[in-house]
């Protein structure tokens, strides 16, 4: 398997905008999965019969196929971005739900017994005390969503969208291995940048875990 | 001042935590609620800023019933020191004591600078204000409390076993420093502990409380002491009862002499006139001296301990005024036993 890196060089402009739409779909994903997590998690955490019943329906919503999924999309989204979008939407749900709830419950009661007894009042507590806290966990559960998120959008290759997974189907067709070998590199690389530039966002987020006694 | 009326609360499993409660806690001063746990100390303690609400009866801070204020907004008004502090872990020091001049709508700056003026006010120095509460020791944690209690200058100040987690020389201090503070502030403050000694050494008046929820006796220390109502609180105040009460007597007013000159012991005195030790012809033994501030049972203890019997008084700046003899406080001990006794 040889590399024809002039390929590469005449496609840049083409892998820079797979790339960049690629990346777009994931955190698109992903950020649409945590508007929708958020508040179910809190629902999740202060409901305790309702715990039980979302976390269940996301775990139902992961085990179906990726590809059954777009397919089933299909006749309401059409070969769009969209399709591509709300499945993985639903994918990073799983994850984004269970860590925010966990998040939550890690939040010591005596802390939110404090933020009570200085009058803090339940919406504030959750904004200013219970998710600032919750974040470490919450994060954890956004890098597993985007480095996921980044690798299944190649499955989307199968309604015409997929980013970078479209190099593998046109290296496959053609049986020139040059593309897969990019898309794959270009993949890895991506999850490595996003899921380091998430520990980065973490970092400056969490300022009170940096300094050790 | 705070008072209960045939206070009661029942939680839904069944138990009582407060049976009939009706007490005042007078203003500006130090009510102890004490009691072993499930007594109903901590939930009393909790009725006052509604983090329970009773189940029947009536609570009232300055007049005004708390079931019928803002629950939040009466928090507000109330500080509240937590056992182990329970600060926010994510805030800064500053932050954390600003919390309830920020919820008030006090600007971020007004906030911070009362936070630093508080941190001074609790003996910690400004750089412990940028730190986090997990770099600071137990000690300093409970001291940001108290500091995060203070800060929007509540009239009430509610502890709940705040130096319950520290260790006895830490505890002392954290002791005396409320006192000293208190002499300042001059709060109304409704203190919770399972520990009389501490009870015995805060309190302006003592509340014992019996599990399930019933108050015994609340009177101040010096009464408790000397008129227990029942064998309950006599046991509840322990063997000792009898050096407790002196621990709260002085020794202002017990007579001194000269200190003995020539004899077998003498006592060392350095060039500004502080004792240093007793010194015999082939022997040294330490000194503690007193101040008159001090209690009877510092100058038993100290009597026991030196080798003359004799227990070196001096003022303030720590220079000899004179001695006290074995025999004069023992005098004044018993005569502050039976004065404690006959008292109306």
Request: proline residues 0%; negative net charge; glycine residues 0%.
């Given at each position: 398997m040889t590399i024809d890196w002039s390929w590469i060089s005449g496609h840049t402009d083409d892998l820079t905008t797979l790339t960049l739409s690629h990346l777009q779909a994931a955190l698109t994903a992903v950020l649409l999965g945590l508007i929708i997590s958020l508040p179910l998690a809190v629902l999740a955490h202060r409901v305790r019969p309702l715990r039980g019943l979302l976390l269940g329906l996301s775990n139902v919503l992961f085990t179906i196929p990726s590809i059954a999924v777009f397919v089933l999309l299909l006749p309401v989204s059409g070969l769009t971005r969209t399709t591509t979008v709300i499945g993985l939407t639903i994918y990073t749900l799983v994850v984004l739900l269970r860590n925010t709830v966990e998040g939550l419950d890690s939040v010591p009661a005596r802390t939110k017994e404090a933020a009570k007894a200085m009058g803090t009042r339940p919406l504030r507590t959750l904004l200013t005390v219970e998710l600032p806290l919750a974040l470490p966990v919450i994060m954890a559960g956004v890098r597993i969503a985007t480095v996921m998120s980044i690798s299944l959008v190649s499955v989307a290759t199968y309604i015409g969208d997929g980013g970078l997974g479209q190099l593998f189907t046109d290296g496959f067709q053609r049986n020139f291995p040059t593309p897969v070998i990019v898309g794959v590199v270009l993949t890895l690389l991506l999850a490595v940048v996003a899921d380091a530039a998430l520990v980065a966002l973490q970092y400056a987020l969490t300022p009170w875990k940096r300094r050790r006694a | 001042m705070i008072q209960f009326d045939a206070v009661h609360k029942r939680f839904p499993n069944g138990?009582?935590?407060?049976?009939?409660l009706s007490l005042r806690m007078p203003e500006g001063g130090v009510t102890v609620l004490v009691g072993s746990s499930g007594c109903g100390k901590t939930t009393t303690l909790r009725m006052i800023n509604r983090m329970v609400e009773p189940t029947s009866g009536t609570i009232r801070v300055g007049g005004k019933d708390v079931t019928e204020q803002d629950a939040a907004e009466l928090r507000r008004s109330i500080g509240y020191v937590i056992q182990q502090a329970g600060l926010f872990p994510h805030r800064t020091v500053l932050d954390n004591i600003a919390t309830v001049p920020l919820l008030l709508g006090h600007g971020r700056r007004r906030a911070r600078a009362r936070a630093a003026e508080l941190l001074e006010t609790v003996g910690l120095t400004a750089e412990a204000g940028k730190r986090y509460p997990h770099q600071l020791s137990g000690g300093q944690q409970q001291r940001v409390g108290v500091a995060r209690a203070l800060a929007a200058d509540p009239p009430v100040l509610l502890m709940d076993e705040p130096f319950g987690a520290v260790d006895p020389v830490v505890r002392t201090q954290l002791q005396d420093e409320l006192l000293r503070l208190q002499k300042e502030l001059n709060k109304t403050i409704v203190f919770v502990t399972h520990d009389i000694d501490e009870a015995v050494r805060l309190g302006d008046r003592i509340a014992i409380f019996r599990t399930g929820g019933h108050l015994v006796q609340c009177a101040p220390p010096t009464e408790l002491l000397a008129r227990p109502a029942d064998d309950f609180v006599a046991d509840f105040l322990g063997a000792e009862r009898g050096l407790k009460l002196l621990s709260l007597t002085t020794l202002a007013d017990v007579p001194q002499g000269p200190a003995p000159e020539g004899a077998a012991w003498s006592l060392v005195l350095d060039a500004r006139n502080r004792p240093l030790h007793w010194a015999s012809r082939d022997a040294e033994v330490p000194v503690r001296p007193l101040k008159d501030g001090d209690s009877l049972l510092a100058a038993l203890d100290e009597s026991v301990a030196s080798p003359t019997g004799l227990v070196a008084r001096v003022d303030a700046d720590g220079a000899l005024t004179g001695v006290s003899s074995r025999d004069d406080i023992h005098r004044h001990a018993g005569r502050a036993h039976t004065e404690a006794r006959v008292a109306a």
């Open positions: - | 138990t009582t935590a407060v049976h009939d």
